[in-house]
Structures are given as C-alpha cells and as structure tokens.
C-alpha cells in the first residue's frame, strides 16, 4: 500500500501502502494503467492459490557484523491482544484528522483498533485482516512507529526491513488487496498537506495479489516534478523461489549515505531490484526529503483505491472480492551502519573509484533506456533496452594518480541478426570524442551476460563517465548490468 500518504500517505503509489495522502485518484489511475502496461494487461496474470511453504516465525534476524539495531518488534504476545502501544500508533477512521479523505488514495476500508482486523496470533505474528460486514462495508488496519527519527547516521546505512507474507489470496478473490510496508518523512505528522516533498519509502507494496512487489520512492512536488508523480520513481518484480501471495519473503530497504552520491536501493530476500541515486534527483529535492527529523515505518492492508483501480482496469473491490484473508508480519526491524563525516561528502579523491562494481541503474542521468530484472549472478537491475543513441551519465568517477588502461562490462543481447552496435567510453561530456569502445551483437539471449573488455587511453583524475550506444540500426541491442576499470 505504500503510496505516498504521508501520515496518510502522501499520494504516491499507494497513496500505495500507506501512502500520504494521495492527491487525487486521476493521477493514480494514469500511474495504474503505467502498471498495468508493464504487467502486460489489465488483468495481468492473475494467480491461483498458493500453500504457505515458509516456517510462520523467525525472530529477528542477527545483527550482522558492523551493524547496530536501533528498533524492533518481533510481536511476541498472546492471542488476539493488539500489538504494543509503546511501538505502535493506530491510524484510525478513513483519514487523519483534517487530513484529505480515505487517507488520499480512494482506498475505502474504514481502519480500526478491533482485534478481529490487528492482532498478535500468539506464535510470533501480527495479522492485518480486512473484514467485511453483512452491509458490505469494510474495515481493516494500520498502523505507524511511535518513533519517527529513522535516519541513517552522518555517512552511514539505515536498513529498514520485515518480514511477512501477503495475504494468501489471488485471482477474482483478491481484487482490491493492497498491503503494503512503507516510510514517511516525520514532518507529515500534524501536517498532512506536505506530501511529497517531505519523502515517502515505499519499501513493499502489492495489489491483486498479483506476484509482483513494487519499491516506491515518492518526492518533490506532485503532480509531476523529480519524482513523477503521482507515480513516484518505482520498480517492480516477482518474488524469488515462491510467489508473493501466501509465502514469507523478507522486504528491506537502505539508504546509504556512506557514498557519493548517497543511494537508496530497494530489496527483496536479499535481491535488490530497484534504486534511486541522489544525482537523479535536484539538490532541494534531496535535500527536503533527507535533512527533516526521520522517517516513521508503517503497515497496513487497503482495500480499493487508485492503485488496484489502476492495475485491475476497473473499481475494486467487487462482489467476488472475499474477506479475511490476513498480511502476516513476523518482524519489523531497523539497523544502522556508523559512517565518518558528513552526509553527501564525496570521498578522498572524489566520488565513486573506478576500479569499483559501478552498477549500470546507479546513473545520474540517462536517456532512452529502462530498467529490467537480471538473472546475472547478485541479481538486482540492468539497464535494458539500450539503443543507437541512449546513454547514461555516472558523475565524480575517480581514476586516481595511476592511469587506467581497461574497461569491461557486463552485458547480454538478443537482438536479432543482423543487429549489432557499439558501447562507448566518453569523458566529460558526451561531445567528446570516446575514450574505448566495444561491439556487441547477439549472446544468446537478454540474460545471456557476459564480461566484455575494451582497451582506453591512460585515464587519472576525477570524471564524470558517460556510457554511450551506437548502432547502424534503430533495434534495441545490448542490457549493461554493471561496469569497471582496471590499471
């Protein structure tokens, strides 16, 4: 559900899973149909029930080595008792008090503090269940942290993760489920109009019960602005292993300020699938979404609203809608990661090294590409559809005092015969004449990756690094899944 509301939700994708407040259903409905182009159809794949394969609780996780954990709720607790006030703030009735209505997304369930809608089950879990009366009328729950200061330390990671299993409901079933694990800047607190430049972290949110998890960054100034909305600047993909719908998989999300420019990068059971690089983004916007107080965690189920209006094609929920079917949480945590200096402070020698993974989707700017899942090794995301004329721009590359001599990427084709082009090394600016290149034609397929190497001429110094694509023919030919250089 994390669309932006800001207490509410701001307005982004959820008004997605907790979203703000969405500003207003027509947006969300063109975000909707964007969805619904890339799952391919208004129905999209809808799926068949799926068994629960995964153990109902684990406890947290161990705090890996160089981590702190700062927060956490393993919501221990007998049966049907409400999980613990001095975690949690119930979000109750269809909006925040002056806050726009139905929480800003068109969603309709009216939020309570009913045991039968939020609940310890006594083994380790909290339930959100939406539930419908003989009326027809819904209800269900959400919830936020008391503590709203969740803020990576001066050039250091805050992770942000849970883990849970979505409602275990798909097809006709499951139209207008939105569960969603979601952030929202602390200043939304009392001032509900603020969405979104205050920033929303989107970290989960699902619709449907489709298998398919979107990570949302909503930002700036809505409509339109940095972050698109009321779209936000999203991405999303299937669960690993088993589907989403009725199966645990662990969502986290981290925002690292121990690089230059800071990252925000989206994962789901360990696999990141979605990022956003401070260099995309103005100054101001960055610097309004960061320099506030923190960021307070929500959870909630939705039922309706623009966003499953949008993908579905059409007003959910319906008749064959069926209730009771819970978001289980096992966990929620927090864990910080020390850094040194202050946040956004380059690096000794400048930005990101050259000699460094550079992943292809952490680009300042970039124009004609897109992003899409790998099957590479680590997983994550590529930069894909890459044709004559595309580029991307990666700024503060630092060569250092040794000259480089070698580039390599990592990339897969499929492009049809025939079709072949050219990946290019510019400095500085894309006018400049390239410093090294390489063809590349079919590999056998777009997941078909490969390490390709080029020869450059001896590079020192601090650059910013453009990636450039030539090709004779107007067809997309390569994906690039990360870069490097080497002395």
């Known amino acids: 559900m994390p669309v932006p509301t800001p207490h509410t939700r701001p307005l982004t994708s959820r008004g997605r899973a907790g979203t703000p407040d969405r500003p207003r259903l027509t947006a969300d409905t063109r975000r909707g149909r964007r969805w619904r182009r890339l799952l391919g159809g208004a129905g999209a794949a809808l799926l068949v029930a799926v068994p629960l394969t995964a153990p109902a609780h684990a406890s947290v996780p161990p705090t890996p080595p160089g981590w702190t954990l700062q927060w956490a709720d393993d919501f221990a607790g007998a049966a049907g008792t409400l999980p613990s006030a001095n975690n949690w703030i119930f979000d109750l009735g269809h909006n925040y008090p002056g806050g726009p209505a139905n929480w800003g997304t068109g969603e309709i369930a009216r939020h309570t503090d009913d045991p039968a809608n939020i609940s310890l089950d006594g083994t380790g879990n909290l339930r959100i269940t939406p539930r419908r009366d003989g009326a027809g009328n819904w209800t269900s729950a959400r919830i936020e942290t008391r503590r709203a200061d969740f803020t990576p330390p001066a050039g250091g990671v805050l992770r942000i993760e849970s883990r849970l299993r979505l409602p275990n409901v798909t097809g006709q079933a ?43 960054l909503h930002c700036g100034v809505s409509p339109g602005g940095p972050c698109h909305e009321n779209n936000g600047i999203g991405a999303s993909r299937s669960c690993p292993g088993s589907p989403c719908p009725g199966n645990f998989h662990t969502y986290r999300f981290e925002w690292d300020t121990s690089v230059s420019p800071n990252q925000l990068r989206w994962y789901v059971d360990g696999q990141q699938f979605h990022g956003v690089s401070q260099g995309q983004l103005p100054a101001d916007t960055w610097r309004n979404m960061t320099s506030h107080a923190g960021y307070f965690i929500l959870l909630n189920v939705a039922i309706g609203g623009a966003f499953p209006d949008g993908v579905a094609g059409f007003r959910t929920p319906t008749a064959a809608t069926v209730p009771g079917h819970p978001m289980v949480v096992d966990y929620v945590a927090v864990w ?24 292809a989707e952490s680009y300042h700017q970039q124009s004609g590409a897109s992003l899409g899942d790998t099957s590479d ?111």
């Open 336 to 359: 910080s990661r020390a850094g040194s200096g202050d946040p956004g402070d380059p690096p000794p020698g400048g930005g990101v090294s050259a000699y460094s993974t550079i992943q």
């Open 174 to 216: 499951a139209l207008g489920y939105w569960p969603a694990f979601w952030a929202l800047g602390s200043p939304y607190r009392g001032n509900y109009w603020n969405w979104p430049g205050i920033g929303e972290f989107d970290v989960m949110e699902n619709v449907n019960g489709l298998n398919s998890v979107w990570g949302v």
């Open 377 to 487: 090794t680590g997983g994550g995301r590529h930069l894909g559809a890459v044709s004559d004329g595309d580029w991307a721009l990666y700024r503060g590359v630092d060569f250092g005092g040794t000259p480089a001599r070698q580039f390599q990427a990592r990339v897969a084709s499929g492009a049809a015969g025939g079709v072949s082009g050219l990946v290019e090394v510019r400095l500085d600016s894309r006018s400049n004449p390239p410093v090294g290149s390489f063809a590349i034609a079919d590999t056998d397929g777009w997941q078909s990756w490969r390490t390709v190497p080029a020869n450059i001429g001896d590079i020192t110094g601090v650059h910013d690094v453009y990636l450039t694509f030539r090709s004779g023919q107007p067809a997309d030919f390569v994906n690039v899944n990360w870069f490097t250089f080497a002395r």
